[in-house]
């Protein structure tokens, strides 16, 4: 049981953050002991879906989903944490939770569309509303970044309003950098092309344009190469930033200069017996996904049963193999899953497998699942009802 007095709270766990390994790891821990869910947003966001909830109004209500039913014993605070320390959390009310174990899980702040900018969810639907409207008179787009978010944005354009004009502006030598392969980066490119997205590599813009992000404003800008872009509105589609700002005492040692924290392969901080960290802030080798951050809940769940029992030998977490699912709108897009026959079943492998030959698709064989298998996995759904389920709001 949780307990207060004035302005002070204890609790067996405090964890801080509610987004996707937040939510994963409170509801493993509720399971079997005291926790307190510190979150500033007064419902969930389910950023996954946040670029289709921006082209879609129906989509739009399916990104914010209630934490109500989540927690059956603990406590879900709306509060934001504003400093963390070994033994307990400080928040932005004043009030303080000493904890005898904490959990960050507070992920990375991202430009709006691909994360709402504000705590309250019917101020953030009122900006995608808003900023959807903007979009639909606009004839021309400008997104800068050929990452992920990027490439995604404007293929949930380009399926909303086929007639637009989209023009992908990077500095770096290919789209979606990292440990992908050439045949990946190559499959979307294609799609790209038919769809008419026009994407430039190499070069940037001379400076910032006039007009703010995600507003109506026709412009024109020059590129470093001196092209000269005309647009109707822009988005900027790179600059996540992970939040651990909070950070107070030996807890800040474990803080790199990029913002993630160093974790050993038990979940802990760096140097510390107490606390544990997951998700995007954690300086893992690999990708920084929704999906990662879920998979470090149990262990860390796990490991806390075991120091509460006594102590003992703690669960190690082994990150999973690379891969990304990479919608182009909902039938569009590629998936990189080199290792994707080890995540399914046989008979599944068998039966993917037969599709593929049947329909002469050669993707499959370099490890990549093409626009229709793209499209099963995540495009279609984006994955809404398992995080409905999660937070059991289905
Ligand atoms: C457009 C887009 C699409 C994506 N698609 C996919 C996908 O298809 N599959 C996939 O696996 N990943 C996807 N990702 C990545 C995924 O969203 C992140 O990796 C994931 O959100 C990380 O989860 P997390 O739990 O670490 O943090 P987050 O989900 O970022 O949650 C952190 C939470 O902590 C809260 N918080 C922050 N600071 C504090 C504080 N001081 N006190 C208390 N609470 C705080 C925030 O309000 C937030 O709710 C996508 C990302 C974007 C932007």
Same mark, same amino acid.
Not at 255 to 260: F, M, S, V
């Given at each position: 049981m949780t307990h207060q007095k004035g302005n002070l709270m204890r609790t067996t766990v405090a964890v801080v953050g509610g987004g996707y390994g937040g939510i994963a790891v409170a509801k493993e821990l509720d399971a079997f002991t005291d926790v307190v869910l510190i979150e500033p947003r007064d419902t969930f966001v389910h950023n996954v879906a946040a670029l289709r909830g921006l082209t879609d109004p129906q989509w739009t209500d399916h990104l914010f989903l209630p934490y109500d039913r989540l927690l059956t014993r603990g406590t879900v605070l709306r509060d934001l944490a504003v400093r963390v320390d070994a033994a307990s959390v400080t928040l932005r009310s004043g009030t303080r939770i000493d904890a005898g174990h904490i959990v960050l899980a507070t992920g990375s702040a991202y430009p709006f569309p691909a994360k709402a900018d504000t705590e309250d969810s019917a101020a953030a639907k009122s900006r995608y509303h808003h900023t959807r409207q903007a979009l639909a008179q606009a004839g021309r787009v400008l997104l800068l970044g050929a990452g992920p978010v990027g490439l995604e944005l404007a293929g949930e354009i380009k399926a909303a309003w086929p007639d637009t004009s989209i023009t992908i502006v990077d500095p770096g030598p290919e789209i979606v950098s990292g440990g992908y392969s050439g045949a990946f980066r190559a499959e979307l490119r294609r799609q790209l092309d038919a769809m008419g997205i026009r994407v430039i590599l190499g070069t940037r813009l001379r400076e910032q344009p006039p007009t703010a992000a995600g507003t109506a404003g026709t412009f024109t800008a020059t590129l470093q190469s001196g092209e000269r872009l005309t647009a109707d509105i822009w988005f900027r589609c790179f600059g996540g930033a992970p939040a651990t700002g909070y950070l107070a005492g030996d807890l800040t040692t474990a803080r790199r200069p990029d913002g993630r924290l160093t974790v050993t392969a038990d979940l802990r901080l760096a140097g510390q017996q107490r606390v544990? $960290?997951?998700?995007?802030?954690?300086?893992?080798? =690999?990708?920084?996904?929704?999906?990662?951050?879920?998979? %470090?809940?149990?262990? @860390? $769940? $796990?490991?806390? +049963?075991?120091?509460?029992?006594?102590?003992?030998?703690?669960?190690? &977490? +082994?990150?999973?193999?690379?891969? @990304? /699912?990479?919608?182009?709108?909902? %039938?569009?897009?590629?998936? &990189? $899953?080199?290792?994707? =026959? =080890?995540? /399914?079943?046989?008979?599944?492998?068998? %039966? @993917? +497998?037969? %599709?593929?030959? =049947? +329909?002469?698709?050669?993707?499959l064989a370099q490890g990549i699942l093409g626009a229709e298998l793209t499209s099963q996995l995540k495009g279609e759904h984006l994955n809404v009802g398992e995080y409905a389920a999660l937070l059991n709001a289905a």
């Amino acid at each position: 049981m949780t307990h207060q007095k004035g302005n002070l709270m204890r609790t067996t766990v405090a964890v801080v953050g509610g987004g996707y390994g937040g939510i994963a790891v409170a509801k493993e821990l509720d399971a079997f002991t005291d926790v307190v869910l510190i979150e500033p947003r007064d419902t969930f966001v389910h950023n996954v879906a946040a670029l289709r909830g921006l082209t879609d109004p129906q989509w739009t209500d399916h990104l914010f989903l209630p934490y109500d039913r989540l927690l059956t014993r603990g406590t879900v605070l709306r509060d934001l944490a504003v400093r963390v320390d070994a033994a307990s959390v400080t928040l932005r009310s004043g009030t303080r939770i000493d904890a005898g174990h904490i959990v960050l899980a507070t992920g990375s702040a991202y430009p709006f569309p691909a994360k709402a900018d504000t705590e309250d969810s019917a101020a953030a639907k009122s900006r995608y509303h808003h900023t959807r409207q903007a979009l639909a008179q606009a004839g021309r787009v400008l997104l800068l970044g050929a990452g992920p978010v990027g490439l995604e944005l404007a293929g949930e354009i380009k399926a909303a309003w086929p007639d637009t004009s989209i023009t992908i502006v990077d500095p770096g030598p290919e789209i979606v950098s990292g440990g992908y392969s050439g045949a990946f980066r190559a499959e979307l490119r294609r799609q790209l092309d038919a769809m008419g997205i026009r994407v430039i590599l190499g070069t940037r813009l001379r400076e910032q344009p006039p007009t703010a992000a995600g507003t109506a404003g026709t412009f024109t800008a020059t590129l470093q190469s001196g092209e000269r872009l005309t647009a109707d509105i822009w988005f900027r589609c790179f600059g996540g930033a992970p939040a651990t700002g909070y950070l107070a005492g030996d807890l800040t040692t474990a803080r790199r200069p990029d913002g993630r924290l160093t974790v050993t392969a038990d979940l802990r901080l760096a140097g510390q017996q107490r606390v544990f $960290a997951l998700g995007d802030i954690t300086a893992i080798e =690999e990708p920084k996904q929704a999906g990662t951050a879920v998979a %470090h809940a149990p262990v @860390i $769940a $796990a490991n806390i +049963r075991t120091l509460l029992d006594g102590g003992g030998p703690l669960t190690a &977490y +082994r990150p999973g193999p690379p891969g @990304i /699912v990479l919608p182009l709108g909902p %039938h569009g897009g590629a998936t &990189y $899953a080199p290792n994707w =026959e =080890e995540q /399914v079943d046989p008979a599944t492998a068998a %039966h @993917i +497998r037969q %599709h593929a030959k =049947e +329909r002469g698709d050669t993707l499959l064989a370099q490890g990549i699942l093409g626009a229709e298998l793209t499209s099963q996995l995540k495009g279609e759904h984006l994955n809404v009802g398992e995080y409905a389920a999660l937070l059991n709001a289905a």
